[in-house]
């Protein structure tokens, strides 16, 4: 080692285990420079954020990020702290006192509304918790979607999470059967009576947020039919020269894929997805006090100060019949108390990672990765770099800890002062127990796992409780 810190051992505190806490974990355990112990906590008992809470179901492949974290996991220096919720347990004022630095890896918890009449009707949803209750996240298993009595669903934006909603609710149940779908959702999903899934896009196809990779996957499913129209494929001139000067390699790649659809002669299919482009909806509106129909406008794109087009509507406007509506038009972070908050973005303000407060200054010891950090954009592995940069501004400024009392942190664990308030931790062995269990749960249905869907059930599984 180059220049240990006097001996001292840095403590890090990183609150949040998806991708970008886990990266960050990594980054920090690899450097040789710094003596570094990491603790991460979660809220939840189970690790892994998005991976487990997120990626959907039939999306198994991108779960094997998760054998990256469990070799992070087995690093001497690392200890987990999962159930141990910031604000509940823990306050922001209790992790400065016991650690040198803290990295908030806290995600984007809450969506973004459109602020749009009608959006709290029951049947109106965002993604977010159609996504959480599939995939038998803690905070949506309560959650109840009649798909046994839907024919007609709206899925709002058209970026992956909405691919990701229109393609579970087109494919047959059976082909989801042996992921690790709740069961609760599976068997929902079975009794849907959906015949057609509408999805929106406020702009037209060159804008389109969804990767080529995701609608191709849509225009592949064999029960499910994706139809576009010609007139929606065809490009308006705005669009047509922006895609010229400054279309992305995947712009380009969509745009060829939609006109490609859009020629086709659309196949005769029990479902049937239809993409629309350049139309947005103004008001949801209930039939007996539940959503019955969406009245939607046509857009025209206009370009805005930065030469970026923008939609806004025409005024021609129509309703529709819809059983149920998804918004799957972004992920937005909420407040942490004691740490400041840009209210616009919804993210934790910083430069290159460092918090900042009002000022503009740094904030000693406070830093963010991931999604609290650059707001929800980007793939699992766009993390990665976005945590080797904060990571490296850490690093940066372990020197200027000198004046703090590493040694008085190190006596204090956060153990004690966890099990002098009787929470129920989950340690990383813990969390092993309970995917064992997980797993063996789901072999007698030839699941790839049978989930815990509540946070109680998991205490007792490992016998905690
Ligand atoms: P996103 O990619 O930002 O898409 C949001 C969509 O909502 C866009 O189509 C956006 O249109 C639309 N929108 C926003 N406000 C709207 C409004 N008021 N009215 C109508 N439409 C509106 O966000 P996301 O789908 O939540 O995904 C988040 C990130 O996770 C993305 O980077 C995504 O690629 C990633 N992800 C990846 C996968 C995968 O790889 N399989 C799966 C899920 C998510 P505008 O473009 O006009 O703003």
């Given at each position: 080692?180059?220049?240990?810190?006097?001996?001292?051992?840095?403590?890090?505190?990183?609150?949040?285990?998806?991708?970008?806490?886990?990266?960050?974990?990594?980054?920090?355990?690899?450097?040789?420079?710094?003596?570094?112990?990491?603790?991460?906590?979660?809220?939840?008992?189970?690790?892994?954020?998005?991976?487990?809470?997120?990626?959907?179901?039939?999306?198994?492949?991108?779960?094997?990020?998760?054998?990256?974290?469990?070799?992070?996991?087995?690093?001497?220096?690392?200890?987990?702290?999962?159930?141990?919720?910031?604000?509940?347990?823990?306050?922001?004022?209790?992790?400065?006192?016991?650690?040198?630095?803290?990295?908030?890896?806290?995600?984007?918890?809450?969506?973004?509304?459109?602020?749009?009449?009608?959006?709290?009707?029951?049947?109106?949803?965002?993604?977010?918790?159609?996504?959480?209750?599939?995939?038998?996240?803690?905070?949506?298993?309560?959650?109840?979607?009649?798909?046994?009595?839907?024919?007609?669903?709206?899925?709002?934006?058209?970026?992956?999470?909405?691919?990701?909603?229109?393609?579970?609710?087109?494919?047959?149940?059976?082909?989801?059967?042996?992921?690790?779908?709740?069961?609760?959702?599976?068997?929902?999903?079975?009794?849907?009576?959906?015949?057609?899934?509408?999805?929106?896009?406020?702009?037209?196809?060159?804008?389109?947020?969804?990767?080529?990779?995701?609608?191709?996957?849509?225009?592949?499913?064999?029960?499910?039919?994706?139809?576009?129209?010609?007139?929606?494929?065809?490009?308006?001139?705005?669009?047509?020269?922006?895609?010229?000067?400054?279309?992305?390699?995947?712009?380009?790649?969509?745009?060829?894929?939609?006109?490609?659809?859009?020629?086709?002669?659309?196949?005769?299919?029990?479902?049937?997805?239809?993409?629309?482009?350049?139309?947005?909806?103004?008001?949801?509106?209930?039939?007996?006090?539940?959503?019955?129909?969406?009245?939607?406008?046509?857009?025209?794109?206009?370009?805005?100060?930065?030469?970026?087009?923008?939609?806004?509507?025409?005024?021609?406007?129509?309703?529709?019949?819809?059983?149920?509506a998804f918004t799957a038009v972004g992920y937005r972070g909420l407040?942490?108390?004691?740490?400041?908050?840009?209210?616009?973005?919804?993210?934790?303000?910083?430069?290159?990672?460092?918090?900042?407060?009002?000022?503009?200054?740094?904030?000693?010891?406070?830093?963010?990765?991931?999604?609290?950090?650059?707001?929800?954009?980007?793939?699992?592995?766009?993390?990665?770099?976005?945590?080797?940069?904060?990571?490296?501004?850490?690093?940066?400024?372990?020197?200027?800890?000198?004046?703090?009392?590493?040694?008085?942190?190190?006596?204090?664990?956060?153990?004690?002062?966890?099990?002098?308030?009787?929470?129920?931790?989950?340690?990383?062995?813990?969390?092993?127990?309970?995917?064992?269990?997980?797993?063996?749960?789901?072999?007698?249905?030839?699941?790839?796992?049978?989930?815990?869907?509540?946070?109680?059930?998991?205490?007792?599984?490992?016998?905690?409780?």
């Amino acid at each position: 080692m180059s220049s240990l810190q006097d001996h001292k051992t840095t403590r890090i505190a990183v609150v949040g285990s998806g991708p970008s806490g886990f990266y960050a974990v990594a980054a920090l355990l690899k450097q040789q420079d710094h003596a570094v112990k990491v603790d991460l906590f979660d809220r939840l008992p189970t690790p892994y954020g998005l991976v487990r809470g997120g990626v959907a179901p039939d999306h198994q492949n991108i779960k094997n990020v998760i054998r990256v974290y469990e070799k992070v996991a087995s690093h001497d220096s690392f200890r987990f702290f999962g159930n141990v919720k910031v604000g509940r347990d823990l306050s922001i004022d209790d992790l400065r006192r016991l650690y040198d630095q803290l990295v908030l890896a806290i995600g984007n918890e809450s969506h973004r509304t459109m602020g749009i009449p009608g959006e709290d009707l029951p049947g109106v949803h965002s993604a977010t918790e159609f996504v959480g209750w599939y995939n038998g996240h803690p905070d949506f298993s309560e959650l109840e979607f009649p798909l046994a009595r839907t024919r007609r669903v709206a899925v709002v934006g058209n970026g992956n999470v909405a691919m990701d909603v229109a393609r579970v609710l087109a494919k047959k149940a059976d082909s989801l059967a042996s992921s690790d779908i709740a069961d609760y959702a599976l068997a929902t999903l079975r009794s849907s009576t959906v015949k057609e899934i509408l999805v929106l896009g406020r702009r037209g196809p060159a804008q389109a947020a969804f990767t080529t990779k995701e609608i191709k996957e849509i225009g592949q499913l064999e029960e499910a039919e994706l139809v576009i129209s010609p007139e929606e494929a065809a490009l308006d001139p705005l669009s047509s020269s922006w895609l010229d000067e400054e279309g992305s390699a995947g712009a380009h790649k969509n745009v060829d894929y939609v006109r490609e659809r859009s020629a086709a002669t659309p196949r005769d299919c029990e479902r049937r997805l239809l993409f629309r482009f350049l139309v947005s909806p103004v008001e949801f509106l209930a039939d007996e006090g539940i959503l019955g129909r969406v009245r939607l406008e046509k857009n025209e794109l206009f370009e805005d100060e930065h030469g970026t087009p923008r939609p806004r509507g025409t005024g021609e406007q129509w309703v529709e019949e819809v059983d149920l509506a998804f918004t799957a038009v972004g992920y937005r972070g909420l407040p942490v108390p004691g740490l400041p908050f840009d209210e616009r973005s919804g993210t934790l303000p910083n430069v290159e990672g460092r918090l900042v407060g009002e000022d503009g200054a740094h904030l000693p010891g406070l830093y963010a990765v991931g999604w609290a950090k650059r707001g929800p954009t980007g793939l699992i592995g766009s993390n990665v770099a976005d945590s080797n940069e904060t990571v490296a501004h850490m690093l940066e400024d372990i020197p200027s800890l000198a004046s703090t009392e590493t040694g008085a942190r190190a006596e204090s664990d956060v153990r004690e002062e966890l099990d002098a308030k009787s929470v129920c931790w989950f340690s990383f062995d813990d969390w092993r127990r309970l995917n064992e269990i997980e797993i063996a749960r789901g072999q007698s249905d030839e699941k790839i796992r049978q989930k815990f869907y509540n946070v109680d059930d998991m205490i007792s599984a490992v016998d905690k409780g």
